[in-house]
Structure formats: C-alpha cells, structure tokens
C-alpha cells in the first residue's frame, strides 16, 4: 500500500476516553448520541433479527462517587421483535413515546439521536461476566438524577429489566 494510499482519520477525546471499563452501578443521565441498526449475528432462531445498539453519553451521575463516570459511554442493545421488545419500549416509556396499550412503532435511529433519559446500571447476570455492568432500566430524564427528587429509589416511571 502505497503512503498516499493509507488510511487516517482523525482521533477524538471520545476515542481516548476510558469509555469501556464497566460503569460503576447507580443511577445516570445522558445523551442518546448514537443509535445503529445491527442484526443478530448469533445462530438460532433469532439470528437475522434487527436490534438497535445504542450508545448513551453520561451526563449526570445521582451518586456524588460516580461523578467521575461524567463522558463516558454506556452501551445498550434493545431488541426489535415482539417477546424480546422490553429495553425499546421501556425507552419509549422514559422518553413519553408510549404511554397506553396497543400498537407501537419503533422510533428511527435518528429521532433517538439526542434525547435525554436517565438510566439504571446494574450487574450483569450472567456469571461469567462477573463484574460487569449493563444498562438495566429507564426513567425519564429527571425523575431519578437531579431534577427535583434526586433520589436513586424507584419510581413510577421507570422501567427495569
């Protein structure tokens, strides 16, 4: 490959940033910053099946001794299929989308792109990934960081998984 023929691209702070260590579990706000339609790679019966990948940018921590999580990157798959469809609606939920039984149209990627909610990290089940964090509910953008409650205690409108 020829010098002129190389590949660059600029490389961001974000890039940088420790954006991959497992987020310490709490209570967060961010930033939906990047949602991307993938589908399941894995075989089985789901396997072809569409799924968002969503990336949520920390904005607010509800706890003082996460303050230090403030930029960095949490990561969220939601499922596009009914019986596998809780993480996509209980956003919906948290961000007003759906409010009563009956049909529900999966939003596109790009009206996700910058809505606020706020987010519950907690550990992932799975033993082998002991550890580990994931993004385990939704709540609209603050009724569980800052806001009036500023409280980490459930409430009437979030959504655990």
Do not use: C
Not at 21 to 49: C, F, L, M, R
């Amino acid at each position: 490959m020829a010098a002129s023929d190389r590949i660059t691209f600029d490389v961001t702070a974000d890039d940088l940033a420790d954006g991959f260590a497992p987020i310490p579990e709490g209570w967060y706000s961010g930033t939906i910053v990047k949602v991307e339609t993938k589908h399941v790679q894995k075989e089985g019966d789901n396997k072809g099946k569409p799924f968002y990948s969503i990336r949520i940018k920390i904005t607010e921590a509800a706890d003082e001794e996460n303050e230090g999580q403030v930029g960095k990157n949490a990561f969220v798959n939601a499922m596009l299929w009914h019986g596998a469809h809780f993480t996509i609606v209980g956003l919906a939920k948290a961000l007003g989308l759906v409010k009563k039984a009956g049909k529900f149209t999966v939003p596109e990627p790009d009206d996700l792109l910058g809505e606020e909610v706020d987010f519950k990290v907690g550990l992932r089940k799975n033993p082998q990934e002991e550890g580990e964090t994931e993004v385990k509910s939704f709540a609209p953008v603050g009724t569980k960081v800052g806001g009036e409650s500023g409280t980490t205690s459930a409430g009437s409108g979030g959504f655990s998984l």
